[in-house]
T-cell receptor, first 111, second 112 residues
Framework: SQTIHQWPATLVQPVGSPLSLECTVE??????LYWYRQAAGRGLQLLFY??????ISSEVPQNLSASRPQDRQFILSSKKLLLSDSGFYLC??????????FGSGTRLTVV | KNEVEQSPQNLTAQEGEFITINCSYS?????LHWLQQHPGGGIVSLFM???GKKKHGRLIATINIQEKHSSLHITASHPRDSAVYIC??????????????FGKGTKLSVIP
């Protein structure tokens, strides 16, 4: 069966510090991978998606970047966090005939 | 760009009540998802449907493609159903990729 792992679950970081959130998928190959953010009181917003290794598409210009160094690994990064980067970050994967499977999320608070 | 509207935004119900949450979207889609988000934040996929109706336990999801509308029903609601229910529509975005557009969610509270 397919599973998705996302960590850490919660993170408190000071403004200006770097960020690295990791997501890995098991039980499937060549999935489409996604990073979403949910800011307080708002719906989920797509940040990045990837259809293959090294292929990253960005939906929203921002202080974040994403990388896919391996087929089933997706990393969300920032060199210097801003207060506005606080929110709930979700990783997800999909394949055409399947639905979406979401990770458990990371609650990031930038202080 | 697809606009996804959910109603109501907040819903409080007594245990045992029949609940309906609505979702409307503006552009043709390949599939619609109903998701459940618990207070901890994790999201569970409840249904993926592209036509007709699906049922799983006390949950029923329907979609009308012509009217661009879907409903999620919960029969005999229970306090453990309390969560945020999110509608998301999937549309082809080119280059072999499908994108989800999310509604803002409906916060359901079921009171014993």
């Amino acid at each position: 069966s397919q599973t998705i792992h996302q960590w850490p679950a919660t993170l408190v970081q000071p403004v200006g510090s770097p960020l690295s959130l990791e997501c890995t998928v098991e039980g499937t190959s060549n999935p489409n991978l996604y990073w979403y953010r949910q800011a307080a009181g708002r719906g989920l917003q797509l940040l990045f998606y990837s259809v293959g290794i090294g292929q990253i598409s960005s939906e929203v210009p921002q202080n974040l970047s994403a990388s896919r160094p391996q087929d089933r690994q997706f990393i969300l990064s920032s060199k210097k966090l801003l207060l506005s980067d606080s929110g709930f970050y979700l990783c997800a994967w999909s394949r055409r005939v399947y639905g979406y499977t979401f990770g458990s999320g990371t609650r990031l608070t930038v202080v | 760009k697809n606009e996804v509207e959910q109603s109501p935004q907040n819903l409080t119900a007594q245990e045992g009540e029949f609940i309906t949450i609505n979702c409307s979207y503006s552009v043709g889609i390949s599939a619609l998802h109903w998701l459940q988000q618990h207070p901890g934040g994790g999201i569970v996929s409840l249904f993926m449907l592209s036509s007709g109706k699906k049922k799983h336990g006390r949950l029923i999801a329907t979609i009308n493609i012509q009217e661009k509308h879907s409903s999620l029903h919960i029969t005999a609601s229970h306090p453990r159903d309390s969560a945020v229910y999110i509608c998301a529509v999937r549309a082809y975005s080119g280059a072999g990729s499908y994108q989800l557009t999310f509604g803002k969610g409906t916060k359901l509270s079921v009171i014993p």
